[in-house]
């Protein structure tokens, strides 16, 4: 188990982050309508684990990410109902 910081909060894991990072995804598809495959590259190759404007995005785990986002687009239908 990952120890708390100075402040008493546990940093995020992987996984965790992967679900974040998800949720961030899948709203930007939402909203700029661009698909499972260019926002999987987009957040793979610029946003996980990397600097944005000073910010750091924490390291996730690619492949819990892609598996959330491509199991969101395929249950779609189901999940709006």
Request: charged share 30%.
């Amino acid at each position: 188990m990952t120890e708390p910081t100075a402040d008493g909060f546990r940093p995020a894991n992987k996984r965790g982050s992967a679900r974040l990072a998800a949720v961030q995804a899948l709203y930007q598809m939402d909203v700029a309508g661009t698909g499972l495959l260019e926002t999987t590259a987009e957040y793979e190759l610029f946003r996980l684990g990397k600097e944005i404007d000073g910010e750091l995005y924490r390291d996730a785990d690619p492949q819990w990410f892609r598996a959330i986002l491509s199991g969101v687009v395929e249950d779609r239908r189901r999940l709006i109902r």
